[in-house]
Antibody, heavy 123, light 107 residues
Framework: QITLKESGPTLVKPTQTLTLTCTFS??????????VGWIRQPPGKALEWLAH???????RYTPSLKNRLTITKDTSKNQVVLTLTNMDPVDTATYYC???????????????WGLGTVVIVSS | AIQLTQSPSSLSTSVGDRVTITCRAS??????VAWYQQKPGKPPRLLID???SLESGVPSRFSGSGSGTDFTLTISSLQPEDFATYYC?????????FGGGTRVEIK
């Protein structure tokens, strides 16, 4: 069974750095073709893709947040870590990690999602 | 970035109705579209990948079509559990982008 679970602080203050951890099981980020991404959803709003990391250490960021985002992986712990610096109230959202379909397959959607973690930015 | 425009943004409909949701891309993306269903307080669920491939376990009343810039998600006969918000997503190029969502409500 494949699962992903997000963890991190619920409340952060403006200007602080947010660190979120995605711990997964049932697959390995050392397997060719595997990748994991982060997506967020502000309350009542649409989904927004943030970052992505591949088995081969390749990574991508959304341009609007590129200067604030860092994504890393720890394959020994089956974890993907996302950091977002200089937090602002507009960053208040539910943050999800999700596995993306194998790059060798025709599809490219996110087939397995974590339950999400709520992050509130407030002083 | 490729923009995805979904329409309608919301619709009120009844059990048994046929529902069609459209997603228009700002440039051609072949068949690189996925469709998701999201219920309140839950993560999205992948329904359709590569524009028309039904994910395992998804009821056959869901179908997807389209290529290039215009895509469609169809629910042939709406069931009570289908009332939710639906999103399209393109994976043709980075940044990955999602549509604004279509909320399907009970009439």
């Amino acid at each position: 069974q494949i699962t992903l679970k997000e963890s991190g602080p619920t409340l952060v203050k403006p200007t602080q750095t947010l660190t979120l951890t995605c711990t997964f099981s049932g697959f390995s980020l050392t397997t060719s073709g595997v990748s994991v991404g982060w997506i967020r959803q502000p309350p009542g709003k649409a989904l927004e893709w943030l970052a992505h990391i591949y088995w081969n250490d390749d990574y991508r960021y959304t341009p609007s947040l590129k200067n604030r985002l860092t994504i890393t992986k720890d394959t020994s712990k089956n974890q993907v870590v996302l950091t977002l610096t200089n937090m602002d109230p507009v960053d208040t959202a539910t943050y999800y990690c999700a596995r993306r379909q194998d790059v060798w397959s025709p599809g490219g959607g996110f087939d397995i999602w974590g339950l999400g973690t709520v992050v509130i930015v407030s002083s | 970035a490729i923009q995805l425009t979904q329409s309608p943004s919301s619709l009120s409909t009844s059990v048994g109705d046929r529902v069609t949701i459209t997603c228009r891309a700002s440039q051609g993306i072949n068949s690189a579209v996925a469709w998701y269903q999201q219920k309140p307080g839950k993560p999205p669920r992948l329904l359709i990948d590569d524009a028309s491939s039904l994910e395992s376990g998804v009821p056959s009343r869901f179908s997807g079509s389209g290529s290039g810039t215009d895509f469609t998600l169809t629910i042939s006969s709406l069931q009570p559990e289908d009332f939710a918000t639906y999103y399209c997503q393109q994976f043709s190029s980075y940044p990955l982008t999602f549509g604004g969502g279509t909320r399907v409500e009970i009439k």
